[in-house]
């Protein structure tokens, strides 16, 4: 049987897996990352991910790991459920141990497809190190900091927010999951929804409205409360900066006016 090469093309095409990869850095390519020396042997530190729904499969980890350094040194990636959503993650979902050697500047990947792992929609990658001091994971040097995705596990402290300890900066952890950015139907603020799964990360489903939105990027949106992985503020005076219950009438009809541009051109892009 022949077949043509335009067919070929269109079977690899139709039989490719989404990938997508999930981070809460800024860091980028030629950038600086300020690398966490303070740790011992032991001790974890750990990023929170939020996919679009349950069900992905954990492909990938990218970290950056320095300084420079001679040698290789063992650590060991955990993953979590972190459905919960507290200061201690829930049930480990797998461990495997990996030899690095310190960059400066490489992202470096860990393929952990052998490992198998079912993701829940919430969920935490720890990298725990065998060793005391640098090299280590960095975080960065952007000036913010996601409080409630970044994480360690300290001796003497336990599981706590890397924020708590006084660090800024996300950790430089990212995941490379199975699957589309988001489901269809969703993928972009303002668009239809019937839950939280069906909304892009960083977004939750205006269940009045059946749209994705947010409140939030940052802390300082919230008025003393904090920013959560929805882009929900959870606690302080303000409703958040796409909420228009407090604050200026105008301004509160100018963001309205700006979602609905956006809806807009969503749907003509569709």
């Excluded at 600086?32 to 996919?51: H, K, L, P, W, Y």
């Excluded at 972190?82 to 990996?98: K, V």
């Excluded at 079912?118 to 952007?142: C, K």
């Excluded at 489903?205 to 920013?227: N, S, V, Y």
Aim: charged share 15%; net charge negative.
């Amino acid at each position: 049987m022949r077949v043509s090469a335009l067919a070929v093309v269109c079977l690899l095409v139709g039989t490719a897996h989404a990938e997508s990869e999930l981070q809460n850095d800024g860091f980028n390519s030629g950038d600086t990352g300020g690398f966490q020396g303070g740790f011992v042997s032991g001790e974890i530190g750990a990023s929170r991910f939020v996919a679009a729904q349950a069900g992905s499969a954990l492909l990938k980890v990218h970290l950056l790991f320095g300084p420079d350094a001679s040698g290789q040194f063992t650590v060991t990636l955990h993953v979590y459920d972190d459905t919960a959503g507290g200061n201690t993650p829930g049930a480990e979902l797998g461990s495997a141990d990996f030899s690095l050697v310190g960059s400066s500047s490489a992202i470096q990947e860990l393929d952990v497809t052998s490992m198998n792992i079912t993701l829940p929609q919430q969920f935490r990658i720890g990298i725990e190190f065998h060793h005391d001091g640098a090299p280590s994971i960095a975080r960065d040097v952007d000036g913010t900091i996601a409080q409630d995705k970044n994480f360690m596990m300290a001796q003497g402290l336990g599981w706590i927010m890397s924020s708590t300890a006084g660090l800024s900066g996300d950790w430089i952890i990212r995941a490379v999951i199975s699957g589309a950015a988001a489901p269809d139907g969703g993928g972009t603020t303002g668009g239809s929804c019937a839950g939280n799964a069906d909304c892009p990360v960083g977004n939750f489903c205006d269940l009045g409205a059946h749209t994705c939105t947010f409140e939030c990027r940052t802390d300082d949106d919230c008025g003393g409360g904090t920013c959560n992985s929805l882009g929900q503020c959870v606690g302080g005076d303000s409703g958040g900066c796409c909420q228009t219950g407090t604050g200026d009438a105008a301004s509160g009809g100018i963001v309205l006016l700006a979602l609905a541009v956006l809806g807009m051109v969503i749907r003509r892009r569709r």
